[in-house]
């Protein structure tokens, strides 16, 4: 592995003093490694434990470690500043545990890879635990470090050191992570940061966790650690499809009369993207998308049936479903749940998933066990190549010409949905990233044409995320000239408001919409159920759910973390100007906040089943 040295690259660089204005204002486009430099330390060979760990982050080849600070890291922290110079991989301030993960689980949304975190001791990785599922759900791969300690009780400062030393730090995360290690030496750090990267990475992804004993980071090296080739513990693991279930499963889609593919969890590339496109077009299936996860297949392509649902699938969908004779699911979330929910079809079912690897015994994430009568056992971007090919030369069944019909909102009271075409006008033709939803968003208000238009949502439901995941992907998508633009309820965005701070102090370019109905409103449906099914007032449905007497002025919030905050809108006149307005901004470099004051509601197929007394 090559010395770390800083001292040489850094010399004359210093970091811009906050009270520069004109110097921070230049800087707002330019790269984020122009940012915090530290000054020289003229270190140019690791000397103490967590030297050696931070190297092995560094051979991760990972850009950004997103951490809020703690004494239980500090020798890394150090490593980290003064023996890598914060380059490769780049501090990133959060203020809090939840806004690091989630800004890690945003970023590799966006670029299939993990991202580093560190969060301190065991109160910093309990308030990590929600967004860290968050990612596991997500099925989003990134490293966390973590650490204890001094595990030598000997070494431990009264007090403090005690009541944040764990003796099995990794049981708290161990349900919802792929794996975890306490490495007890330097050595033996490199060796858990390396696999905790290649686990990270390895299909089905996930987040690792590795936990550093403070007192091996601080121990100075009695001789120097031997280098290593990083890249020959971390072999590339590519899967691949069994034949004969590709021939069985081809078989059955080429004499399919009513095909159908559910398309699922699949990775940003551009050129999986067209295969599953060809494929369809080839089956002449129809296809069906999920909000939960993100964008699979153009939804405003005419195989594409109905809008991609949330919560319940789009009528045209669940049709589609009901009435196939063959089913393809690639990696679909939850597919026995949507065959359950569109009535237990008789279709033959072909599953194309590696999600199983995955699946243990805390967790029901997992889902119910599907019927299936085809599994191929890899990625669906290498199952839909060899299925193309194994369908032979037969001529594509061509499709008509694409088209979105967005829902056009009637009324003066403002919704979600006015709110949505006010925002795609103000879009344009501009290419743009949805970095999230909230659950009131109507998939048929927005076409998704390409794999980054969508990112899908927090994956484990926990309300808070959403801002942190928004921050992270703007930050992977800094410098592509595509839009982000995260859409965002009030109460996610009370509970993850601060994860703008980072965004807004390393100039990374956000637009966050706040859908600001002044309630937990999907909670008061769940208390209107209740209320139907024993009998009670639905009008009481309110009471200890709604967030107002008095209202939140979240622009202002906003701009206590540094973002532009514009509102709060409260007219349907008001919302294109005033979104023209942040988009100019966010392209000037700043994070953007529009506060919304919509009217609570869902769809109606979502309201449906969320207030249905049976069912």
């Not at 513990?233 to 499963?249: E, H, K, S």
């Not at 079912?349 to 599907?370: A, E």
């Not at 032979?392 to 069944?397: K, T």
């Amino acid at each position: 592995m090559p010395p770390a040295a800083n001292g040489a690259e850094l010399v004359g660089i210093e970091p811009v003093a906050v009270s520069d204005r004109s110097a921070s204002q230049r800087i707002v486009n330019d790269d984020m490694s122009t940012l915090e430099r530290p000054r020289p330390a003229g270190v140019n060979a690791a000397a103490f434990g967590s030297d050696v760990a931070a190297e092995a982050l560094r051979a991760l080849d990972i850009p950004y470690i997103a951490l809020n600070p703690g004494a239980s890291y500090r020798g890394l922290h150090d490593s980290l500043v003064n023996y890598l110079g914060n380059r490769r991989p780049q501090i990133l301030l959060c203020l809090h545990e939840e806004s690091a993960v989630a800004i890690a689980h945003g970023y590799a949304k966006v670029t299939d890879r993990a991202m580093a975190v560190a969060v301190h001791s065991n109160v910093g990785l309990m308030h990590a635990t929600m967004a860290i599922f968050n990612a596991w759900c997500d099925r989003m791969p990134m490293v966390i470090l973590g650490a204890t300690g001094p595990v030598d009780a000997v070494k431990r400062r009264p007090w403090i050191d005690w009541i944040h030393t764990a003796r099995d730090q990794g049981a708290l995360v161990r349900g919802y992570t792929k794996w975890d290690d306490q490495p007890a030496s330097a050595v033996a750090a490199r060796e858990a940061i390396l696999r905790a990267g290649w686990i990270a990475n390895t299909a089905p992804r996930g987040p690792t966790y590795v936990n550093l004993d403070a007192g091996m980071q601080e121990e100075k090296l009695v001789e120097p650690v031997a280098p290593i080739d990083a890249k020959r513990f971390m072999p590339p693991v590519i899967g691949a499809a069994n034949p004969d279930a590709l021939r069985a499963a081809a078989a059955l889609l080429a004499a399919a009369k009513r095909p159908v593919i559910l398309a699922g969890r699949v990775s940003r590339s551009e050129q999986a993207w067209h295969q599953r496109v060809a494929l369809a077009e080839r089956l002449a299936a129809r296809v069906v998308t999920d909000l939960k996860v993100a964008a699979s297949f153009p939804t405003d392509h005419p195989l594409h049936a109905g809008a991609p649902g949330g919560i319940v699938l789009a009528p045209a969908a669940a049709e589609a479903v009901a009435a196939a004779d063959v089913i393809l699911s690639l990696d679909w979330l939850d597919l026995a749940g949507t065959l359950k929910k569109a009535g237990a079809p008789t279709a033959t079912i072909v599953q194309v998933s590696v999600d199983h690897h995955l699946h243990n015994g805390w967790s029901m994430d997992y889902q119910g066990l599907p019927p299936v009568d085809v599994f191929i056992d890899c990625e669906p971007d290498l199952a839909v190549p060899p299925l193309l090919a194994a369908l032979g030369g037969a001529p594509a069944r061509t499709a008509a010409e694409r088209g979105a019909a967005f829902p056009v909102p009637t009324g003066e009271r403002l919704t979600v949905d006015h709110l949505a075409a006010a925002l795609r006008e103000a879009v344009g033709r501009r290419p743009a990233s949805l970095t999230h939803v909230p659950l009131s968003w109507n998939g048929a208000s927005w076409a998704f044409a390409h794999p980054l238009d969508y990112l899908g949502s927090d994956g484990g439901g926990g309300i808070g995320g959403g801002p942190g995941i928004s921050v992270g992907a703007a930050l992977a998508l800094k410098g592509t000239g595509r839009l982000p633009i995260g859409i965002c309820g009030d109460g996610d965005f009370l509970m993850g408001a601060t994860a703008l701070w980072t965004a807004a102090h390393y100039h990374i370019p956000l637009l966050l919409v706040v859908a600001n109905n002044r309630s937990f409103f999907n909670d008061e449906l769940h208390q209107e159920r209740v209320a139907r099914m024993r009998n009670r007032p639905v009008e009481n449905r309110w009471i200890g759910q709604r967030i107002s007497d008095p209202d939140i002025d979240l622009a202002a919030m906003a701009r206590a973390q540094g973002a532009q905050g514009f509102g709060p809108v409260t007219t349907v006149a008001e919302l294109r100007p005033i979104f023209e307005r942040a988009i100019a901004a966010v392209e000037a470099g700043a994070v953007a906040v529009v506060d919304c004051r919509v009217e609570p509601g869902y769809t109606a197929e979502t309201t449906a089943v969320m207030t249905r007394a049976s069912g």
